[in-house]
């Protein structure tokens, strides 16, 4: 237990003594960014999150093989003897998520968040429809739907997806969000977690204006700070978990954010960085910020999109990005179920 000071409170000293990582974790809920199981083990995070790069990552570890062996087999037999390789290929994507996902929750004692395929994000009924599946396939392994996050891209289609999954009871984590517009849409339509994305934001200002910025005047930082104040002060029940962290000022600049999502680099540097962590997002301060209530339809949702050029081009980047992840998953599954077949040709 560290020394207390006046009001039950560690006095400085003690706290210049403590890590970052400790003293976020008493006012913000650590989630690891990863799909590497061993950086979940080290980091004891409550919740974990992935996205096809990472699991494309993972999927390319040796110790990982037995298990993208072991679901490409499953997948092979279950599609039947007349499915074709891109149909088994893409049944083993959907099972080696969920596979990932069930290893990680044998250790954090939270949630998941496993992602809808990102070439789906502008196609509300395929979105609903898979997030269904998903959800299937983790409660068939006897894991419930209060530990799952089925991740959606903030796009007006995806938002829609996830309302109705919502009222469901399949909890949604509304990735790749930029702005306000995006954020308020989300909260209206009742979603259980967004992930604003920090770094990205960070990066379109940094190559678009040519300068660097300080964690405290950081764009991406100003945008989750927004979005909070917005929340809190409005009453929503939406968690804002910032993610795509670049350094850990990023971080600790957020410090009091519902969720962080972070990277095993930048939660190692946490770790072995001591000092005191000041509290810089607060709901009680929140409360006394005068904002200006915005109602949104998707005209409305689609004007202030197109006028935050910032949000569009990383929106439409995002998923570019994670549709390429996605393929390059699949070929490294198709390439991995030729070997297989090939050994069984052998033996035979």
């Known amino acids: 237990m560290p020394e207390l000071g006046k009001k039950g409170l560690p006095d400085q000293e003690s706290r210049m003594s403590r890590t970052l990582l400790e003293q ?3 006012i913000t809920i650590v989630v690891a960014d990863t799909g590497d199981i061993q950086s979940v083990e080290k980091f004891a995070p409550r919740d974990a999150t992935t996205n096809p790069s990472l699991i494309t990552a993972a999927a390319q570890m040796p110790e990982y093989q037995e298990i993208v062996d072991e679901t490409l087999l499953q997948a092979k ?13 893409s049944l083993a994507f959907d099972r080696l998520a969920v596979s990932f996902g069930k290893m990680i929750l044998k250790i954090v004692p939270g949630r998941v968040s496993t992602e809808v395929d990102a070439r789906l994000s502008y196609d509300t009924e395929a979105t609903i429809a898979k997030g269904r599946y998903l959800i299937s396939e983790y409660e068939n392994a006897g894991i419930s739907r ?3 996050l089925i991740k959606i891209a903030s796009t007006w289609q995806g938002i829609r997806a996830a309302e109705i ?5 399949i909890h949604c984590n509304l990735t790749l969000l930029f702005g306000l517009h ?3 849409a989300c909260a209206d339509a009742r979603v259980t977690l967004i992930s604003p994305f920090v770094g990205r934001i960070m990066d379109w200002y940094k190559k678009t204006t040519g300068r660097d910025f300080m964690p405290s005047e950081d764009p991406g930082v100003l945008s989750v700070t927004q979005i909070y104040n917005y929340y809190k002060k409005f009453g929503y029940k939406t968690q804002i978990m910032g993610a795509s962290f670049r350094n850990i000022g990023e971080i600790t600049e957020l410090a009091g954010c519902d969720l962080l999502t972070i990277s095993p680099s930048l939660l190692a540097q946490l770790q072995e960085t001591t000092g005191t962590l000041v509290r810089k997002l607060d709901p009680t301060k929140a409360a006394t910020i005068e904002i200006e209530k915005l109602t949104l339809d998707k005209d409305s949702f689609d004007r202030m999109h197109a006028a935050d050029p910032m949000a569009s081009d990383k929106l439409a980047e995002g998923i570019l990005g994670f549709s390429k992840a996605l393929e390059s998953l699949e070929s490294l599954l198709a390439s991995r179920l030729q070997k297989l077949d090939s050994s069984t040709a052998i033996l035979k």
Do not use: M, W
């Not at 599609?79 to 290929?89: C, H, K, M, W």
């Not at 999954?165 to 009871?169: A, D, N, S, V």
């Open 182 to 184: 995006q954020a308020i």
């Open 165 to 169: 999954l919502e009222k469901e009871g």
């Open 146 to 148: 209060e530990r799952i």
């Open 24 to 26: 976020l974790r008493e």
């Open 77 to 89: 037999k279950d599609a039947g003897s007349g499915a074709t390789e891109p149909q088994i290929v």
